[in-house]
């Protein structure tokens, strides 16, 4: 058998060298999180018009929120499960104030309502401006209820009701395996050439490295909400420092000549076009930075909030970065509530809403509103049962999705009974088997993305069985559609 010589990769070069522990610098860490990205080999296969703008926004609620306070059903029967099941952590319909804000929403008789810390949230889905996808969660295949769940026979995602596993595999949509590639890095690999600058990653991070957008040949380029033309790239020195401006000078001249320099060794002469790379695309990125006109629309100080403001500050100055597409990631953390639901999503709801609605302000500002979506996800949802004072790891739950593009005042998919006796219950504690599964979530995306139904299977390799795309080697089974969200 002939074999090809092993040639090492960037990809490879970073993990090899992170496990060498060499990114334990603030240069090296500042190298390595941009990664190489011009080595990726999209395919010719791209829908729509390539040179139009679409950027993705994905925040990802860490902990396993809690979504069934978020969206509850008010029809009278589906309302009193509700309130049997849940019981010390229900919202009461008639309270004063309200505790629940009822959606402009009826489908054959269903009505919904969401958590009264969010009336944005509801305004902007009463426009027509958000959705909510409803029981969803990590399937690998499609499990018709709780009998077939028990029956076995199924495959199942790798450590359900994990933290480390649910919240891995939302970014990767691979519940089957523990995957380092993420659904929005494979988007990226296919689509990257749709932009006109290679040193600026397609995706944007806000939280660090993070396996969303990890691809087979794109890395994240990392920003944080504080990030200006002032201070991006490699720290200089201190503005107190005697000739502080000579000493930056002699340090930029010193890494140019490393990074410049000739190598024998694979790993120094990666490591040098690496960097190289980087203080390119960080020239690039503060030149863009530069470019920002403030906004007039009022962000709130809470973090996610900045970190939303600092995308759209970002997606305004896109030309200088010669974006045609974006995809950026951040995290809002703290939603393992085994404690205190109610008093923490009084808390937490407002701040999201808060985030969201201003978010969707700016888009309209920047006059991109029908250009970008913004959506939710998180670990898994939690039990419908108290453990006392809050709830625990479960899987199917709800999630949001923000923007023009969507058509919106809708609740896609099939909102689960939340009676113990349900058909999709798996357990005394309320655990709902997920019907809609994260690969026809994504699948939506990636299409209005750009991404050819004929690339899907690789964006999404357990799409097939749930619905046919061109690339589907048999077909699955029958009821299974896209979810139609655009």
């Given at each position: 058998?002939?074999?090809?010589?092993?040639?090492?990769?960037?990809?490879?070069?970073?993990?090899?060298?992170?496990?060498?522990?060499?990114?334990?610098?603030?240069?090296?860490?500042?190298?390595?999180?941009?990664?190489?990205?011009?080595?990726?080999?999209?395919?010719?296969?791209?829908?729509?018009?390539?040179?139009?703008?679409?950027?993705?926004?994905?925040?990802?609620?860490?902990?396993?929120?809690?979504?069934?306070?978020?969206?509850?059903?008010?029809?009278?029967?589906?309302?009193?499960?509700?309130?049997?099941?849940?019981?010390?952590?229900?919202?009461?319909?008639?309270?004063?104030?309200?505790?629940?804000?009822?959606?402009?929403?009826?489908?054959?008789?269903?009505?919904?309502a969401v958590h009264a810390g969010m009336p944005d949230v509801k305004t902007m889905f009463d426009n027509g401006d958000l959705a909510f996808i409803a029981n969803i969660g990590t399937l690998i295949e499609p499990i018709a209820d709780a009998n077939d769940y028990f029956n076995g026979g199924n495959q199942l995602p790798l450590g359900l009701y994990s933290h480390s596993d649910q919240i891995m595999q939302w970014q990767t949509s691979v519940p089957q395996s523990r995957s380092a590639v993420g659904v929005g890095g494979r988007m990226a690999d296919l689509l990257y050439d749709m932009n006109t600058l290679d040193n600026i990653s397609m995706n944007i991070s806000l939280d660090g490295r993070n396996r969303f957008q990890a691809g087979n040949t794109i890395v994240e380029y990392a920003i944080n909400n504080t990030t200006s033309a002032q201070n991006i790239?490699?720290?200089?020195?201190?503005?107190?420092?005697?000739?502080?401006?000579?000493?930056?000078?002699?340090?930029?001249?010193?890494?140019?000549?490393?990074?410049?320099?000739?190598?024998?060794?694979?790993?120094?002469?990666?490591?040098?076009?690496?960097?190289?790379?980087?203080?390119?695309?960080?020239?690039?990125?503060?030149?863009?930075?530069?470019?920002?006109?403030?906004?007039?629309?009022?962000?709130?100080?809470?973090?996610?909030?900045?970190?939303?403001?600092?995308?759209?500050?970002?997606?305004?100055?896109?030309?200088?970065?010669?974006?045609?597409?974006?995809?950026?990631?951040?995290?809002?953390?703290?939603?393992?509530?085994?404690?205190?639901?109610?008093?923490?999503?009084?808390?937490?709801?407002?701040?999201?809403?808060?985030?969201?609605?201003?978010?969707?302000?700016?888009?309209?500002?920047?006059?991109?509103?029908?250009?970008?979506?913004?959506?939710?996800?998180?670990?898994?949802?939690?039990?419908?049962?108290?453990?006392?004072?809050?709830?625990?790891?479960?899987?199917?739950?709800?999630?949001?999705?923000?923007?023009?593009?969507?058509?919106?005042?809708?609740?896609?998919?099939?909102?689960?009974?939340?009676?113990?006796?349900?058909?999709?219950?798996?357990?005394?504690?309320?655990?709902?088997?997920?019907?809609?599964?994260?690969?026809?979530?994504?699948?939506?995306?990636?299409?209005?993305?750009?991404?050819?139904?004929?690339?899907?299977?690789?964006?999404?390799?357990?799409?097939?069985?749930?619905?046919?795309?061109?690339?589907?080697?048999?077909?699955?089974?029958?009821?299974?559609?896209?979810?139609?969200?655009?």
């Amino acid at each position: 058998m002939c074999r090809k010589k092993r040639k090492i990769s960037r990809r490879s070069f970073i993990g090899e060298a992170s496990c060498a522990a060499l990114g334990s610098t603030a240069f090296l860490s500042s190298a390595l999180n941009l990664g190489m990205i011009n080595t990726a080999a999209a395919r010719p296969h791209i829908i729509g018009n390539p040179n139009d703008y679409k950027s993705m926004v994905c925040i990802l609620l860490a902990g396993g929120a809690d979504t069934h306070n978020v969206l509850v059903p008010t029809e009278t029967s589906e309302y009193q499960d509700y309130l049997n099941t849940r019981s010390s952590l229900a919202l009461d319909i008639n309270a004063n104030p309200p505790e629940l804000l009822d959606l402009n929403y009826n489908n054959a008789g269903q009505t919904f309502a969401v958590h009264a810390g969010m009336p944005d949230v509801k305004t902007m889905f009463d426009n027509g401006d958000l959705a909510f996808i409803a029981n969803i969660g990590t399937l690998i295949e499609p499990i018709a209820d709780a009998n077939d769940y028990f029956n076995g026979g199924n495959q199942l995602p790798l450590g359900l009701y994990s933290h480390s596993d649910q919240i891995m595999q939302w970014q990767t949509s691979v519940p089957q395996s523990r995957s380092a590639v993420g659904v929005g890095g494979r988007m990226a690999d296919l689509l990257y050439d749709m932009n006109t600058l290679d040193n600026i990653s397609m995706n944007i991070s806000l939280d660090g490295r993070n396996r969303f957008q990890a691809g087979n040949t794109i890395v994240e380029y990392a920003i944080n909400n504080t990030t200006s033309a002032q201070n991006i790239g490699f720290d200089g020195f201190p503005s107190w420092w005697s000739d502080q401006g000579f000493l930056s000078a002699v340090k930029d001249s010193a890494i140019g000549s490393m990074v410049e320099d000739n190598y024998a060794n694979i790993f120094h002469e990666t490591f040098g076009d690496l960097s190289r790379q980087n203080i390119q695309s960080n020239a690039i990125f503060e030149t863009a930075l530069a470019n920002v006109t403030p906004l007039s629309t009022t962000f709130s100080p809470t973090r996610l909030s900045q970190d939303l403001k600092k995308i759209a500050e970002v997606m305004s100055v896109r030309s200088h970065l010669g974006a045609n597409r974006q995809i950026f990631f951040t995290t809002f953390g703290g939603w393992d509530h085994h404690d205190n639901v109610l008093g923490n999503q009084a808390v937490m709801l407002p701040m999201l809403n808060d985030a969201l609605n201003e978010f969707n302000d700016a888009m309209a500002e920047l006059g991109i509103h029908d250009d970008v979506i913004t959506f939710t996800i998180s670990d898994f949802a939690r039990t419908l049962t108290s453990n006392g004072n809050g709830s625990d790891h479960a899987w199917g739950g709800n999630q949001m999705i923000m923007g023009g593009p969507i058509t919106g005042n809708t609740i896609y998919g099939e909102y689960p009974s939340l009676a113990l006796n349900g058909p999709l219950n798996l357990s005394d504690r309320g655990r709902i088997l997920p019907k809609v599964s994260v690969d026809e979530f994504y699948a939506d995306i990636a299409l209005w993305f750009g991404v050819s139904p004929n690339d899907l299977d690789y964006i999404l390799p357990n799409l097939c069985n749930f619905y046919s795309t061109s690339g589907c080697p048999v077909d699955p089974p029958s009821g299974y559609t896209p979810l139609g969200m655009f």
